[in-house]
Structure formats: C-alpha cells, structure tokens
C-alpha cells in the first residue's frame, strides 16, 4: 500500500478541520435562527453562538444568506440520504416500513419543524428550490414503494396515493409542534396513511 505524504495528511487535516468548523457554524446558525428570527441572525451572532471569530465565519460563507443556504442543503440532503438509491425499496410490509423510514427521517431532521418555519423567511428561493427537488425524489421512491406493495393496497391510483403520502407525511411535519415531533407524530402519520392505503 503507498504511503500518503506528509503533504496529502496535511491538507486533509486541514479539510477535516474546516468541515467541522462548517458543520459548527451552521449548528450555530439554526439555533439562532430558531431563538431570534430572519432578522436577528446576525454573522456577529452566529458567530459568537458558533464560539468563533466573525472572520472564521466570512472564511466559508459570503453573508448569512449564504449559510442559510448551505444550512438548507444540509438539512434537505439529511433526510434524503434516507431514501437515496442505495437503501432500496424495504422488503417488509408496506405499513411498518413506512414507519421505520418515518422515523428515520424524524430523527434526520436534527432541528425539526422549528427550523423549517424559520427558514421560510430566508428570502432566497433556495428553501422552495430544495424542497420541490426533495419531494420530487421522495415521490419517485414512494411510487416505487408502493408499487412493490400494491397487493396490500386498497387504492388503486398509485400516482394519486404518493401524492397522498408524500404530501400528507411532509405536511404534517413541518407543521407538527415540539410537542408532537417525534414519535408521535411518526404514531399519527403512520396511522392516518394507513386507514387511507390499508383500511
């Protein structure tokens, strides 16, 4: 095996570093969105939440519209890795693998509904942009799924009940409480897909 330079270590220590510091400052940046608005997430605040110098956080990003953005890219690419080609379609019956993907996808969304309600008032498109490409995705994957379980459907319009799921699981969700995000808000989705699908 050949040996890396003490070059190709360095740099990829210091690519290492910046990604955690990143990661730091948009974990920063959504507690201060969520705590004090559009407005009041401010580069100084996100960066004193972030425990770093203003100037580490110009280093990565060109303006706080900039984090935002990068922000909502991570938060979208976390729940879509779920359903991402390499997971497949799961085997199990239809009910409790939607409720295990729920729950994945629960558990992905760090910040849940508090972020998504602040991050609507980013005013670049970028969340819209993200998230009509996110259920797009979401849609296919649906469609797949159910169109391997379709034996133990009541409806019959494949294309109308991904609508239905896909809508009605991402509704909810972004509109849940605190209270209700998490588990029972997986309990409520998986019960009312079901007296749709199965019952």
Do not use: C
Request: no cysteine.
């Amino acid at each position: 095996m050949p040996r890396r330079s003490a070059k190709s270590l360095t740099r990829q220590a210091k690519q290492a570093r910046a990604k955690t510091t990143v990661n730091v400052i948009l974990d920063a940046a959504a507690q201060v969105l969520i705590r004090e608005g559009y407005a009041g997430a401010t580069t100084n605040r996100i960066a004193e939440r972030a425990g770093v110098s203003v100037g580490s956080v110009y280093q990565y990003f060109d303006d706080k519209d900039a984090v935002f953005a990068r922000l909502i890219d991570r938060e979208v690419e976390a729940v879509l890795s779920i359903f991402g080609a390499g997971n497949g379609i799961p085997e199990e019956s239809l009910m409790p693998a939607l409720r295990r993907l729920l729950t994945v996808a629960v558990d992905a969304w760090s910040y849940g509904p508090q972020l998504y309600r602040q991050l609507e008032h980013v005013p670049d498109d970028a969340l819209r942009r993200r998230v009509t490409e996110a259920k797009t995705l979401l849609s296919g994957f649906i469609r797949s799924m159910l169109e391997t379980h379709r034996a133990e459907l009541r409806v019959r319009d494949l294309d109308v009940a991904t609508f239905v799921v896909v809508n009605a699981s991402t509704g909810l969700s972004t509109n849940a409480t605190t209270e209700m995000y998490g588990e029972p808000l997986v309990e409520i989705t998986v019960e009312l897909l079901e007296r749709y699908l199965i019952a």
